[in-house]
């Protein structure tokens, strides 16, 4: 099976999509899975893992009862508060859904570069193990030598970086992203998503072959098992239309063997996830 691995919904509130500028017009709207399901099926995906946009339990919980209703939702990274000495009860309330699969937290959004490595964060990762959940890492380049120390303190710990770590694509800059991001690969508990690519270059000016040094990188660095498509729809579509963004993945991963191809557009992502009904 297909599944694209990371995509979002929201009812669009200025209150709480903060985030959204005012070059990002387009995305101040409703997008819901009766949006989604179309462009999932003219693209041949399966399913996909849906991914927190607001830090709060209300948007846990509404991503998880999305889930329950339409069934191509196979995973939830919903939002918990690592920090709070509350998380034990918060596990307890959340953990037990069957498609509750992650945790995020908008590590690139915080002040501190050092976030992950306070105290009571790296408590909150610490619990994750124990209730099943993986961790996807929010980061800029700035950030990854900060996620290796990180990674390297919880080596049972699945994690994987979302959007590649956002590397300076509309710059083709390639240095120092690529060697810190090849150290994180060294921890076989980190994994990757081919995600978010298109909106880290020029939004209206991109070719395929922008973003091959990038992939090369990280094919190289991960490994094709420890890669895995994403959309990061509808984000994406400030630069791309879904079927564009998600054939820069789709056509890269030719050159790979069928079993590895296989991995990156669907098995990897349900394997890490641990994804029900994707065999």
């Not at 995600?195 to 091959?212: I, K, L």
């Amino acid at each position: 099976m297909r599944i694209d691995s990371h995509q979002h919904f929201w009812q669009y509130d200025p209150a709480e999509h903060v985030w959204m500028n005012d070059q990002m017009g387009s995305l101040k709207q409703d997008y819901l899975p009766t949006d989604l399901a179309p462009l999932l099926g003219k693209n041949n995906f399966d399913g996909t893992v849906v991914v927190q946009a607001r830090q709060c339990l209300e948007e846990t919980k509404w991503l998880l009862d999305l889930a329950g209703e339409f069934d191509f939702i196979q995973g939830v990274v919903g939002w918990l508060d690592l920090r709070t000495e509350e998380l034990e009860q918060q596990l307890d309330r959340f953990a037990n859904h069957s498609k509750l699969k992650g945790v995020r937290h908008v590590v690139h959004d915080e002040p501190d570069d050092r976030f992950m490595l306070r105290s009571d964060f790296r408590r909150g990762i610490g619990w994750l193990k124990d209730f099943g959940l993986t961790y996807d890492l929010l980061l800029f380049p700035k950030h990854l030598p900060v996620a290796r120390q990180l990674v390297e303190q919880f080596p049972d710990q699945p994690f994987v970086v979302d959007h590649i770590s956002k590397p300076l694509i509309a710059k083709g800059q390639l240095s120092p992203w690529r060697e810190d991001i090849a150290q994180l690969a060294q921890f076989p508990n980190v994994y990757c998503k081919l995600s978010g690519m298109v909106t880290e270059t020029d939004w209206n000016d991109w070719q395929p072959a922008d973003f091959e040094p990038y992939l090369d990188t990280v094919c190289e660095a991960f490994g094709p098992e420890r890669l895995m498509i994403g959309s990061d729809w509808p984000v994406c579509t400030l630069a791309g239309d879904y079927s564009s963004v998600m054939g820069i993945v789709v056509n890269y991963v030719e050159r790979l063997s069928p079993a590895a191809q296989q991995g990156v557009l669907g098995g990897n992502c349900a394997r890490f996830y641990g994804l029900a009904n994707t065999q």
